[in-house]
Structure formats: structure tokens, C-alpha cells
């Protein structure tokens, strides 16, 4: 049940190294044919790569071009070959031995693919060039310039080629529904080349069995459990569920339903992942073997309030700004990711929200993490119109990232974009429309939209008017009472109750909120204090379903307002800086997102310390279960000492322990169960 022994079954090459690349500042390559041949004047670059973090075009928004050759080797022949690019922001023109293959307009951040079984020429050398453009166009989603995260142009993200059987499924898209007895319901969706409709293919789609297999992913379940000596056949022998069935046909797409008697549920501490892996046969070939990861988790909204599993909970988390980091800017690497994932857990997130669709390895992070992800389409800022053109590009943008990221349990909603004109005659319908096309890609998950106008008109008004938010599973709002909003902080709660009056069955959601610098002075002590009196006044609307901060890091933009220049400016607007270093904000980001609460600490008797705990009844407030408690001499060598494992708290719940005092100066430190510091306070004896 290993993925990387299942997907042996397809060739994937990594197609990231020897790729030449040149700018095109004076916009001729298209004109004078760059694809017909060798590009002149090039140099080597690896992928991911983006152009704006090189000193010579920091500020080039524009064309540039990437060619490598492609050997393809004889035996490709009459087989199915897919180019996978993982993001190329923002518009591609796609060329194959000096033809015009595809386009990938306005678009920069889905994943793609171009079909080339029938253009390549097998037993050579075939030439791939792409031209790309990052223009601060009309004829993209986001909307010529009116985003606040950076422009930066390239292949910046993965590409990989794909060889498989010709008539290989093009993708696995699995649907798990969990029960409340713990069973589940696997519901796979196969979507095979259209070849195999042709007359020439008929007897093997007539023949085909499904021999599906479905167990607790290995390296999750090893972790989890802290089993790391289990082996896959130890696994397999005690959790393997397997079913051998011919599948329904819907045109080219197989349909297949498994039962599973008990499954572990997918929770913010405890991740339970499992692969499904299905081997596509008849009686005389193997024609593929294809997987992916999934989880089992029920997120549901009863009477304005929100269930995970059937568990009264509220979300706390932040929010992190892809291509921060001006040595890599968009063209991150796996360990850049990875890093900037980790800073998330550092401060306790189990909520985020992403405005641009990312690299699979974040939602991987997220689903491994315990993470729940609102992911939107990357409409943003009121000059964006309700165009025919942008719509289109919407809507093909929410289609393509619903197929890309469906398997990801971590995402449970699709966002309709950003502090649009929410209220307006023409902006309104399509926001609708995007929530509505959601529903209909996925019914499985929640939608929404991200308002700034929901405090721009309320109920009890004779001329009210809903705002766009309301048309979603959910409210979400961007506040930011005493900076951006031109109000006193002490009519913040005014506005937060006017709001929730005004849509009282919804479940409403702080989706942004935090300080920016330089728009506002005050520097990180200002930070905190912000940081504190909004987490006040949220913890005491009980409406209040969760927040998220943001940023987590300082972030790179082109938008105005600083004195920073090209790949270096920025909104300060993060707990770390833009290199992943803390501010002093962090540690009360983390403390005030903390899911347990260390309330009292006391002498008892003679060398000891009664400590009293609290499950959180603010934000987040969930089940805690698996929490250990250490007592050091300082803050980073607690795992030295003697582990207190914790009782499982419901919200509320006290809870006392007694443990060896230290002399002097010491710290109590609560870790998750994956690893992270759930709170850390010092105290003096």
C-alpha cells in the first residue's frame, strides 16, 4: 500500500533540470518565431524559477521564454503522454518541435496539463518551449493589478511528463463519507482517455475490473501511533480493505463504491490519512495503477454553530503568503514550503485560508497536519469587473482548481475571491454564480466568499440590501477595526453585532484580521496589542466561529505604500519576517491560539507545584487528547525532562497536575500530539 510502488505502474519524469531560458523584454519572440528553433542568447535555469528575484529583472512584467529538449524514447509509441506543469503565472503559450500546441490563459497558479501523445515524435529528440507572460493584463484572474501579493512571472512551479497506457484513467477523484458509527463510504471516480471510446479500445472497457485497495496511509499511521518499526504487511494484514469490481460506466468515466467497516476520523490532532490505490486490469493486462490520499471527517454548520465530527468546536489559525521569501519569490522550493507550513503549526493553526491556489505539497502539509483550508479563486480588489472575460476565467479557474485539490481532506470550502464589490448590481450575480458552480463541482464541501462590505448596511435599515456573503454556507469578514476602518477600537463589537443581527442563522467567521506596516505605525509592540484586544473581543461574541491572523510572514507585494523596492517590497504585516525569523508577536500568537490554558500555578506541598489547566473555551475550543506536560530550566530543553501526559479536556474542563518544582527561573511547556508547542509560559519559584 506504498504510493510510490503503486504509481511504478506510470512513468513519471521530472522535467526540472536543462531547461534554457531568456527575457523578452521588447516583446518580438512571439513575432519573429523564438520556438521555431534553439533560443539565442540563453542560459540554464532550474524549475521552479521565476525571472523577479534576479537583480537584472526584479521589475520585468512581461515575456520571457523556457525551452528543453525532450527525448522520447521509441517505445512511447501509442502510448499516453501528459505534460503536467504546476503553475505558470500568469499566461503560457506551449510549443512542440516549433508548433503551437495549447494555451493556458490568465491563469497562473492551477496546475495543467497538455496532452502530446499524438504530437511527439518517438525515437527522438523532440524540442519544448514555452512562452510566458506575467503582465499586469486584463485578460487574467487576478485582475491586472489589483492584488496585494507578488507579480512574479515563470515555470514556478514543478513540470513533469506522464506516460501511461493509452487508455490509462487521467486522474482518481475519491469521495469519503464518514458515519457516525465510525464506517465509510468510499465513492471513486475514474476518468479514463476518451480513446477509450473508440471502436479500436471497445473489448477493453467491456473487460475491465478494479481491483481497489484501502488502508491507513503507512508513514500517517507509523507517526500517529509512534509505531516506527511497523512494517506495510503488518498494516495491511489488520486494516486492508480490498474489493474486486467491474466498474459503471458514465460515457469514459468508471464508477466504483467501497465500503469500510471503521475508520479512524480525520481530527486537528490526530490526521488519520488513507491511500486508496486501484489497479485497473483485464484478464491479460495490467492497464494502470493509480492512487491518492484521502481522510474522513464530517465539518458541518448546525444553528450558526460548527461540528467536526460531530464535536462542538471554534477554529483559530493564520494565514501564510505564498512567495514571501525574496531569494525564491514564487519559485519555491519543496523545503521553502515545508518550512513556512511548519511556522504555521508553530503557532498553533488549525485554520487558514489561502487567497491563490498553492502547491500540492502544501495541502499535503495541511492534510498531515491537521489544518482545515478555505481556498479560494484569486479574484481580489474592487477594481476587478464583472467582465465576460474575467468570468470566464473565473469559472475555469474554480473548475480546474476543484479537480486539481478535490482529494485534499484539509480543504473544506471553496472561496469565490477576496473584498470584491459585493454589494454592486454587476459584481453581485457573479459571486453568486462562483458560489453556486461550487456547490454544483463539489457538493461534498462548504463555500464561500470573503467580504469587506458586510458592515456597510444592516437589517434594520428599510433600504437593506444582503451583501454577497450571505449567499454562502458561511459569513467571512476582514476586519480591521483601528487601522483600515476609520473607528474607534471600542465600537468594534458594535459593528461585529450589528453584522451578526443582520444574518443571524449564519455562522460568522473573522477571515482577516491584524496590523500592517508601513500604512500603520507602531511597529511589533503595536502588533500585539492589536493582537490581543481583537482575540478580546471575538473570545466574547459567542457568534464567533473562529478567526484567522494575518499574515504569518511579512510578505512580498507590488502593491504601493512602502519604500522598498522591486523583489524587496512589502507589507509588514507578519508575526516572523519575510525569512521566517519570529517576531515577539509570534509567541503571543501561539499562546492566544492555544487549544489549553495553564491558568494557576501554586506551591503544594514540599517540592512540588500544583498546576491547574483549562480546556479553552475561546478560540480555538476543541477536544484535547494526547497533550504532554514538561517542566524545564528553559524554554528549549524540555524535551530533556520527564513527560506528564494529559488527560483528555473537553472545552471547559479543569484539570490538575502535581509535578517536581524547580528552583528558580523554569517553564511549563504543553505540547501536541505531532510535536508542536500547544503553550509555554516561565515562572520564578
Known amino acids: 500500500m506504498q504510493p510510490k510502488s503503486l504509481f511504478a505502474q506510470r512513468d513519471t519524469i521530472a522535467l526540472n533540470t536543462n531547461w534554457q531560458f531568456k527575457t523578452d523584454k521588447q516583446s518580438e519572440g512571439v513575432k519573429t518565431a523564438w520556438y521555431a528553433g534553439a533560443l539565442t542568447n540563453s542560459r540554464e535555469v532550474q524549475i521552479p524559477h521565476t525571472w523577479n528575484i534576479e537583480d537584472s529583472n526584479q521589475t520585468h512584467y512581461g515575456w520571457a521564454w523556457y525551452q528543453r529538449m525532450l527525448d522520447i524514447p521509441a517505445q512511447y509509441k501509442n502510448k499516453q503522454v501528459v505534460l503536467e506543469f504546476g503553475a505558470v503565472n500568469h499566461t503560457a503559450f506551449i510549443y512542440l518541435n516549433g508548433s503551437k500546441i495549447a494555451e493556458h490563459i ?48 515563470g515555470l514556478i512551479r514543478k513540470v513533469n ?23 465509510a463510504t468510499v465513492k471513486i471516480r475514474l476518468p479514463f482517455n476518451k480513446a477509450i471510446l473508440d471502436k479500436k479500445y471497445t473489448g477493453i472497457k467491456n473487460q475491465l475490473k478494479l481491483n ?96 467536526l465530527n ?105 472561496g469565490a475571491g477576496n473584498e470584491l464589490r459585493a454589494r454592486d448590481a454587476d459584481m453581485k450575480p457573479f459571486i453568486s454564480a462562483l458560489m453556486k458552480r461550487s456547490r454544483v463541482l463539489d457538493p461534498s464541501r462548504h463555500t464561500a466568499y470573503v467580504s469587506n462590505t458586510l458592515t456597510h448596511g444592516y437589517s ?37 453585532d450589528s453584522v451578526h443581527m443582520s444574518y443571524p442563522t449564519k455562522p460568522f467567521f473573522i477571515s482577516e484580521f491584524g496590523l500592517c506596516e508601513p500604512n500603520f505605525k507602531g511597529g511589533d509592540e503595536r502588533r500585539v496589542e492589536d493582537l490581543i484586544y481583537h482575540m478580546a473581543i471575538y473570545e466574547s461574541k459567542p457568534y464567533v466561529e473562529g478567526a484567522i491572523y494575518f499574515d504569518l510572514t511579512d510578505y512580498r507585494t507590488h502593491y504601493p505604500g512602502t519604500t522598498d523596492i522591486g523583489k524587496f517590497r512589502r507589507r509588514i504585516h507578519g508575526v516572523y519576517d519575510m525569512y521566517g525569523n519570529p517576531k515577539p508577536s509570534m509567541k503571543v500568537l501561539r499562546e492566544q491560539s492555544t487549544p489549553i490554558e495553564i491558568q494557576h500555578v501554586a506551591g503544594g506541598e ?52 502535581k509535578v517536581d518544582a524547580l528552583k528558580g527561573p523554569y517553564y511549563i511547556t504543553i505540547v501536541r500530539p505531532l510535536g508542536t508547542i500547544a503553550t509555554q509560559k516561565g515562572f520564578v519559584e
Open 606 to 657: 514540599k517540592g512540588k507545584l500544583n498546576i491547574t489547566l483549562y480546556g479553552s473555551m475561546g478560540l480555538p475550543q476543541h477536544t484535547v487528547s494526547g497533550y504532554q506536560l514538561y517542566i524545564s530550566s528553559a524554554p528549549d530543553n524540555y524535551l530533556a525532562t520527564k513527560a506528564h501526559p494529559l488527560p483528555t479536556l473537553k472545552p471547559g474542563q479543569r484539570h490538575g497536575v
Open 161 to 183: 511528463m506522464v506516460v501511461t497506457h493509452p487508455v490509462a484513467p487521467q486522474q482518481i477523484w475519491v469521495t469519503p463519507t464518514l458515519h457516525k458509527d465510525s464506517s
Open 212 to 307: 481497489i485497495q484501502i488502508a491507513p496511509d503507512i508513514d500517517q499511521y507509523k507517526r500517529l501511533t509512534h509505531q516506527p518499526n511497523l512494517t506495510v504487511y503488518e498494516l495491511a494484514k489488520k486494516q486492508l480493505t480490498t474489493a474486486l469490481l467491474t466498474p459503471e460506466w458514465e460515457g469514459e468515466i468508471a464508477y466504483a463504491t467501497v465500503q469500510i467497516p471503521k475508520v479512524n476520523p480525520w481530527h486537528f490532532d490526530f490526521p488519520h490519512l488513507y491511500f486508496v490505490g486501484v489497479f485497473v486490469t483485464t484478464e491479460k493486462e495490467m492497464i494502470d495503477v493509480i492512487g491518492t490520499t484521502v481522510g474522513f471527517k464530517s465539518l458541518a454548520f448546525i444553528n450558526g454553530q460548527t461540528y
Open 310 to 414: 460531530g464535536e462542538r468546536v471554534k477554529l483559530m489559525g493564520v494565514e501564510w503568503t505564498a512567495g514571501s521569501n525574496p531569494d525564491y519569490g514564487f519559485a519555491e522550493t519543496d523545503s521553502v514550503i515545508l518550512a513556512n507550513c511548519r511556522l504555521m503549526k508553530e503557532v498553533n493553526a488549525i485554520f487558514t485560508r489561502q487567497h491563490f491556489q498553492q502547491d500540492e505539497l502544501f495541502y499535503d502539509y495541511c492534510d498531515r497536519n491537521g489544518i482545515l483550508v478555505q481556498q479560494e479563486v484569486p479574484l481580489w480588489g474592487p477594481e476587478t469587473p464583472a467582465s465576460e472575460a474575467v468570468q470566464q476565467i473565473a469559472m475555469k479557474q474554480l473548475e480546474d482548481m476543484t479537480a486539481n485539490l478535490y482529494n485534499h481532506v484539509s480543504i473544506f470550502s471553496w
Open 460 to 496: 434594520n435599515d428599510p433600504n437593506f440590501v444582503p451583501d454577497a456573503a450571505a449567499e454562502g454556507d458561511y459569513l467571512m469578514m476582514n476586519e480591521y477595526g483601528g487601522s483600515w476602518w476609520s473607528i474607534p477600537t471600542g465600537k468594534i463589537h458594535l459593528y461585529l
Open 106 to 153: 490568465g491563469d497562473g497558479f492551477n496546475k495543467f496539463k497538455v496532452d502530446i501523445s499524438k504530437l511527439i515524435k518517438t525515437g527522438e529528440k523532440n524540442l519544448l518551449t514555452v512562452a510566458v507572460n506575467n503582465d499586469y493584463g486584463k485578460n487574467k484572474v487576478p485582475y491586472g493589478s489589483s492584488f496585494d501579493w507578488p507579480n512574479d512571472g
